[in-house]
């Protein structure tokens, strides 16, 4: 099969600012030329570098769509956008300040999140990755989170998507802040944010529609705290 794209129908109390595309892989593909043109020289070279095939596309095949959605959103040919980054990695536009993105991808899915509304970020895991979740419980969440029914690998998944997704909508190194914020559940279906700094208080989470054995969130921060000043390529 082609890749396959659709965008996800979002809660009615997401802002309607900000739209989620889902990207169906075909793995097995050869890399399409259509796909490699709008990429800068840097983003063929980094996803060249992969070893395994189903990498490559992964990475190619999203790279090219991001630069292909924003090109939309910003009247823009997709090989024209120039991407930088913060101090901690995250992505932004070099000169269209009012349009914020982030990527995820995992198996053979990736979703991109685009925003108007703020600072975004977007996670998505599949469930059976082999982790153990007893001793990476205690690294990666909060007293309060572990006390909070994260006994199964599916419900580790489950939060850790929205934790993810909170922290790349901050901006911030994922690793140094993970004791910063806690995510707990009101149900299957909603969570929300416990921490103790103001200046994160336009912080949101939502978990978001995902496919059969996967798990997705989408956090945003509508208070832009995010300084774009490297360039990425």
């Given at each position: ?66 630069r292909k959605l924003l090109a939309e959103k910003t009247a823009s040919q997709p090989e024209a956008l120039h991407f930088v980054t913060n101090e901690y990695g995250k992505p932004g536009l070099r000169d269209y300040g009012g349009i914020e993105f982030n990527v995820s991808h995992s198996g053979s899915f990736a979703l991109i999140a685009l925003s108007m509304a703020g600072a975004v970020g ?112």
């Open positions: 099969m082609a890749h396959i794209l659709h965008r996800l129908e979002l809660s009615n109390d997401i802002p309607a600012q900000v739209e989620v595309w889902q990207l169906e892989l075909d793995l097995q593909i050869a890399i399409q030329d259509c796909d490699l043109v709008p990429l800068s020289e840097s983003e063929r070279t980094h996803a060249l570098r992969f070893y395994a095939h189903a990498d490559q596309v992964r990475s190619i095949a999203t790279r090219s769509l991001l977007v996670d998505i895991e599949r469930h059976d990755r082999q982790i153990d979740v007893r001793n990476l419980s205690q690294y990666v969440f909060t007293r309060i989170e572990r006390e909070n029914q994260l006994e199964t690998r599916e419900a580790f998944i489950q939060r850790w998507v929205a934790k993810e997704s909170v922290l790349k909508a901050l901006g911030v190194g994922i690793a140094n802040h993970l004791q910063a914020i806690s995510i707990l559940s009101d149900d299957n279906r909603h969570c929300h944010i416990v921490h103790d700094n103001p200046a994160w208080k336009d912080l949101k989470v939502w978990w978001i529609q995902a496919p059969d054995g996967y798990a997705s969130a989408l956090a945003i921060n509508s208070k832009r705290l995010a300084c774009y000043t490297a360039k990425e390529n």
